[in-house]
Each structure stands twice: as structure tokens, then as C-alpha cells.
């Protein structure tokens, strides 16, 4: 059964450093998604992203995040300069037409 | 503000003892509502979606029914491999994210 994958599983970082977080969305799934979950929170939505454009985003995606897809297979999620309060699993989601998302196995980002 | 809420926020029930979740929410012009389980240090694993009152889904031992107002997350006899994190989720108001509630953990003791 295909499923969304991401790398890495864990990334541990000093403050300020750049972290680039990689997925594979679903082949054939047309919107992609990144959310966030600090320890013992919600899951929170980040970003969405349809037809090479964000088509969405929250009040936590500020300047400092930034998402590509740079080729047919690969979604990045990019930090630019970690503060301490961005650590957190992040999940990277992906959709085909209908609603159903269907996340990843997360990275832990741990920034130090 | 849309809302998803969750109760209770934990539960133990023991091997064969069925019970039920529930999610409430105050998202107008709901567009689903979704079931998903998630395991310590795992993504969610979508479980099941939801559009209209009246409707049922089933998947094992779990059953998904909705309301207008909410939705139970029914679980019969349950084993230990059930134990995990059940999370509800509806999209925002205006927007296809998601909304997540705080999850109702299920503990299921042999």
C-alpha cells in the first residue's frame, strides 16, 4: 500500500542553524501538507500546498519557514534560522481529490 | 472559532470492554470529519471519513457514526493492540486543513 515517507526521522540543531525536512507524498495525490506537533499538543496545520504554489497557510508558518517541491517526487519544508520553540514532529500529509489525508511517519526536530 | 473537542481525554477499559469516544465540533459547513489513530512517536493513520448525519463507517472492531453536532468513535470489545491515541479532526471554516482535537488515549489492559 503506498504511503507518504519522510527523512529524516530525527534531526537534532543548534539555534539558528537551517533545517531542510524531505517528504514523498503519495504518488498520484494532488495537495500536500505540512503540520506540526509540539510534545503532549494538538497536531497544528503549517502550510498547504497545491499546484507548485502554497495554496495555505497559519499564523505559525511565518518568514522563517518555506516549502518547495523541487521536483516530481519530493516536498521540502525548510527552517532558516531554528529557535528553541520549533521543536516538534513534523508530519508531512498528502492528499489525492477527496478529503482524506493521509500523513507520514514524521521527523523530530529537536533544536538545541 | 472552529473547534474540535474531544472526550474523555483517557481511558482504560479491559480486553473485551467495548466503550465509546466522542468528538464534538463547531465547524460551520462541515466538509468531513475525520477519524485518525496515532501510536507514540508516529504520524496519524487515517482511519475514517465522515460527511453526513446518519453516517456509519466500520473498520474492524472500531465503528464511526456522526451527528450533526458529533461524533462517537465506538469500539467493541477491544483488545491491547487497540491501545493508542484516537484523534478527530474536521477541516477549518474556508480552509481544507485540518482541525485536530487533543486526542482521547485508549488504553486496553489484557
Known amino acids: 500500500e503506498p504511503e507518504v515517507t519522510q527523512t529524516p526521522s530525527h534531526q537534532v540543531t543548534q539555534m539558528g542553524q537551517e533545517v531542510i525536512l524531505r517528504c514523498v507524498p503519495i504518488s498520484n495525490h494532488l495537495y500536500f501538507y505540512w503540520y506540526r506537533q509540539i510534545l503532549g499538543q494538538k497536531v497544528e496545520f503549517l502550510v498547504s500546498f497545491y499546484n507548485n504554489e502554497i495554496s495555505e497557510k497559519s499564523e505559525i508558518f511565518d518568514d522563517q519557514f518555506s516549502v518547495e517541491r523541487p521536483d516530481g517526487s519530493n516536498f521540502t519544508l525548510k527552517i532558516r534560522s531554528t529557535k528553541l520553540e520549533d521543536s516538534a514532529m513534523y508530519f508531512c500529509?498528502?492528499?489525492?481529490?477527496?478529503?482524506?489525508?493521509?500523513f507520514g511517519p514524521g521527523t523530530r526536530l529537536l533544536v538545541l | 472559532e472552529d473547534q474540535v473537542t474531544q472526550s474523555p481525554e483517557a481511558l482504560r477499559l479491559q480486553e473485551g470492554e467495548s466503550s465509546s469516544l466522542n468528538c464534538s465540533y463547531t465547524?460551520?459547513?462541515?466538509?468531513?470529519l475525520f477519524w485518525y489513530r496515532q501510536d507514540p512517536g508516529k504520524g496519524p493513520e487515517f482511519l475514517f471519513t465522515l460527511y453526513s448525519a446518519g453516517e456509519e463507517k466500520e473498520k474492524e472492531r472500531l465503528k464511526a457514526t456522526l451527528t450533526k453536532k458529533e461524533s462517537f468513535l465506538h469500539i467493541t470489545a477491544p483488545k491491547p493492540e487497540d491501545s493508542a491515541t484516537y484523534l478527530c479532526?474536521?477541516?477549518?471554516?474556508?480552509?481544507?486543513?485540518?482541525?485536530f482535537g487533543s486526542g482521547t488515549r485508549l488504553q486496553v489492559q489484557p
Open positions: 465547524v460551520s459547513g462541515l466538509r468531513g
Open positions: 500529509a498528502s492528499r489525492p481529490g477527496d478529503q482524506s489525508q493521509y
Open positions: 479532526a474536521g477541516p477549518d471554516t474556508g480552509r481544507r486543513a485540518l482541525t
